[in-house]
C-alpha cells in the first residue's frame, strides 16, 4: 500500500533562518506532488506541484521554493523565513490530476 | 482559473440530524470533484468523490451530489454522529490540480 511521510511535524524558527520540509512517498512510482499551505480560516493554497523529476510548477510567487531531487521525495525550501510563512504546510500525492489525493500529516510551522 | 466556493463556514446540527454543504465552481472544464474531512491537527482525508459524468454518489450515511449545469455540488451527511464533527473542505479540478473551498467547520452536538 502507499504511505506518504512529512516530516517535521511541527517546527519554529526565527525570521531570517532558512527552511526545508521533506516529503517521500512509498509504494508507487511516478506520482504527480503537492505542497499546499493552510492558514487559518483561507482553506488550502496550492504552492507547488510537480509531475515528474526535476519538474516543478508554482502558483504563487511568495519567499519559498520546492524540489524534486527524487522520483518519490519533495522538498519545500526557503532561504530567509517571513512572518507571513508560518501556517500549517501540507504535502500530498495523486496519479494524475484528476486522482484523489492523499496527504500527509502536515508541519506547523510558526515563525517568530 | 477555477475558484471555489464553500458554504456555510460553519454549522451546528443536532445527533442524528443531517448536515448539508454547498460548494459552487467557476471552470466549466472541471470535472472531478472530491470531498476531505479534516481533524484537529492532521492532514485532510478523501471521505468521497464524484465525476462530471455521474449526478449522485453515496457511500453508508454520506452522498454527493452535482449539478453542472449550475456548477454546483452539495456534501450531504446523514445521521449525523459526535465523530463527524471536523472540517470539511470541498475541491474542483480538471486537468489542472484541485482548487479547494474555504472549508466548512461542522460541529454534532450531543
Known amino acids: 500500500s502507499q504511505t506518504i511521510h512529512q516530516w517535521p511535524a511541527t517546527l519554529v524558527q526565527p525570521v531570517g533562518s532558512p527552511l526545508s520540509l521533506e516529503c517521500t512517498v512509498e509504494?508507487?512510482?511516478?506520482?504527480?506532488l503537492y505542497w499546499y499551505r493552510q492558514a487559518a480560516g483561507r482553506g488550502l493554497q496550492l504552492l507547488f506541484y510537480?509531475?515528474?523529476?526535476?519538474?516543478i510548477s508554482s502558483e504563487v510567487p511568495q519567499n519559498l521554493s520546492a524540489s524534486r531531487p527524487q522520483d518519490r521525495q519533495f522538498i519545500l525550501s526557503s532561504k530567509k523565513l517571513l512572518l507571513s510563512d508560518s501556517g500549517f504546510y501540507l504535502c500530498?500525492?495523486?496519479?494524475?490530476?484528476?486522482?484523489?489525493?492523499?496527504f500527509g500529516s502536515g508541519t506547523r510551522l510558526t515563525v517568530v | 482559473g477555477e475558484n471555489v466556493e464553500q458554504h456555510p463556514s460553519t454549522l451546528s446540527v443536532q445527533e442524528g440530524d443531517s448536515a448539508v454543504i454547498k460548494c459552487t465552481y467557476s471552470d466549466s472544464a472541471s470535472n472531478y470533484f472530491p470531498w476531505y474531512k479534516q481533524e484537529l491537527g492532521k492532514g485532510p482525508q478523501l471521505i468521497i468523490d464524484i465525476r462530471s459524468n455521474v449526478g449522485e454518489k453515496k457511500d453508508q450515511r454520506i452522498a454527493v451530489t452535482l449539478n453542472k449545469t449550475a456548477k454546483h455540488f452539495s456534501l450531504h451527511i446523514t445521521e449525523t454522529q459526535p465523530e463527524d464533527s471536523a472540517v470539511y473542505f470541498c475541491?474542483?479540478?480538471?486537468?489542472?490540480?484541485?482548487?479547494f473551498g474555504k472549508g466548512t467547520r461542522l460541529s454534532v452536538i450531543a
Open positions: 510537480s509531475v515528474g523529476i526535476g519538474q
Open positions: 500530498a500525492w495523486s496519479h494524475g490530476p484528476e486522482g484523489g489525493y492523499t
Open positions: 475541491a474542483a479540478s480538471g486537468n489542472t490540480p484541485l482548487v
Open positions: 509504494g508507487t512510482s511516478n506520482p504527480n
